[in-house]
């Protein structure tokens, strides 16, 4: 029992509050010498470096921590997103196609800075302390931000028509602008890829009935950021259209500000895995060892290196994983020879790894092929707020005595989210899992496809509304009038956001739920970070897309595919076309998820219970 009580006050000791091996058992058993404590079996502890008490911690208890966090910081973050391409064109007078362009590269770069997040949370900070620094920087973000939209001195002067006499903004604005969003990228995107993580991890791995209300936390998770973001494109971006941007950015201030406070009021109660240390070094040493007996015979797995079966891995918070056949190369790394240890018979990591060390690295390698065919969908997903909302601009906007904001179409996607949510966790598993034989359903590889494939739809639809659209606008003579709505009503728009919605169920839920399942476990942050990283690949894509696409559609003075004037443009082509390769990588992503091998983990099991008579 002590093994089990000092063995987990690493995380005490990382804030320099290291308690004795008695005050540990007296904290963990409670007070009555014939109570038993039921504590977690996968080696979670609580704030204070104890053991994590089942009953104290964890579970849906503090799952409504993270998800009213989640809709508050979500609200905030798509009251700043979903509208920006309308601020850039109207308040700082861009172009159609350079805006589109400048928030697809800030999209992007925000699922980049989850990848900073997710080392310092698995290498140094652990999950919970990476969250709370990182919220910080989201709100020091929103800050710069909502100054920059409110002070007359930090914008161009503004002008009654949008065209090329309006004044550019400075070089000075336009720094001060770029820096306030890409400190909130910076933020936002960290904070999102290791509060995941913290979230997942309060469900017990090695619980059966816990590990089955994993699915169902991902799913509610999605969920509450989803109706965060209802919020922002219902409220917020109204705010913004119709009465000021300083005021709607203030209000996405606020509710950053409160989801930062729904965060910290879990933190008595959160399970916290240990930091395993540093992932990076931890993969080259597997590379170096590898490349070191590049020579050698690599013999049968049984005779490959691993600690002793009842010991737990090496690395802190990691179960053992099983050897599997893929990438034998690396296995060089877990052939003993002589001089790979100490005389002490402690292995040297630079030139002998254990399985579990060379699988970690493999699971890695496995996974890029999937992070890449899986961000198709965000290069379609990352149309609704750049070209969505630009052809959304050109129709008519009425609905009943007052105009909508295009932007506001969103919401559409989000209902969409709200209605398959459910739909999918109360019916289609039950379902589904009656013809697979899988308790969840689907596999998450499975609920990824089905969404790629339900995003093609989306294009499609966009795309046939496009057509209609210049139909329409050739028939009543607005091809050279940009300024006049197009009698179309925006809510044809319904179904290419509806399919969207439907999609992101199945895909990013999907992701989110299998680069949390197959990461190792102490890079569970950087598995996360992969999930997100999908969707930097799609924003990147996108923004390369459009300035291809703009670049050769618009020589010889042509207007473009993509033209500010979108009556003389074809939208509809540039829809055909990601209808067109979303179709091509999902036959890529139907090949890559059939060769995906599944990791595997074991170890000894943890007692569940700590007695307090024990000594």
Known sequence: MADLVTGKYAFSRLRGDEPSDEEGRDDVEGTSSREEVEITNDGTVDFRGRPAIRAKTGGWKTSWFIYSNQVFANMGFYGCSANLVRYLTSVMHQSNATASTNVSNWNGVGYITPLIGAFLADAYWGRYWASFVFTFIFVI????????????????????????????????????????????????????????????????????????????????????????????????????????????????????????????????????NLPGGNPITRITQVIVASVRKWYIKIPISSELYEVPEEMESIIQGSRKIRHTNEFRFLDKAAVEMDGDKSDDSSANPWRLCTITQVEEVKVLVRMIPITITSAMFSTIYNQMSTVFVLQGATMDLRMGYFNIPPASLTVVELLSVSVWVPIYDFFLIRLASKFTNNPRGFTELQRIGIGLLISVFSMVAAALLEIQRLEVARLHELLDDPTVPVPLSVFWQIPQYFFVGAAEVFTYVGIYEFFYGESPDAMRGLGTAFALLTVALGSFLSSVLLTIVTHFTSKDGAPGWIADNLNRGHLDYFFWLLAGMSTVNLVFYVVCARWYTTKQTWGPSKPATLSSGTQ
């Not at 400075?170 to 770029?178: G, V």
């Not at 936390?217 to 919020?231: E, I």
């Not at 494109?233 to 606020?254: K, R």
Request: with cysteine; charged share 10%; aromatic share 14%.
């Open 141 to 272: 973000g929103m800050i710069f931000l909502t100054v920059s939209a409110s002070l007359p001195s930090l914008r161009p002067q503004q002008c009654a028509t949008q065209d090329l006499l309006c004044p550019q903004p400075s070089s000075a604005q336009a720094a001060f602008l770029f820096f306030s969003l890409y400190i909130v990228d910076l933020g936002a995107g960290a904070f999102q890829c290791v509060v995941t993580p913290l979230g997942a991890d309060q469900f017990d791995d090695e619980d059966p009935e816990e590990k089955a209300q994993k699915t169902s936390f991902f799913n509610w998770y999605y969920q509450s950021m989803n109706m965060g973001g209802l919020l922002a494109g219902t409220f917020l971006i109204y705010i913004q259209d119709n009465v000021s941007w300083g005021l709607g950015f203030g209000a996405s201030l606020i509710a950053v500000v409160i989801g930062t406070m729904c965060f910290l009021g879990g933190t008595p109660f959160y399970r916290h």
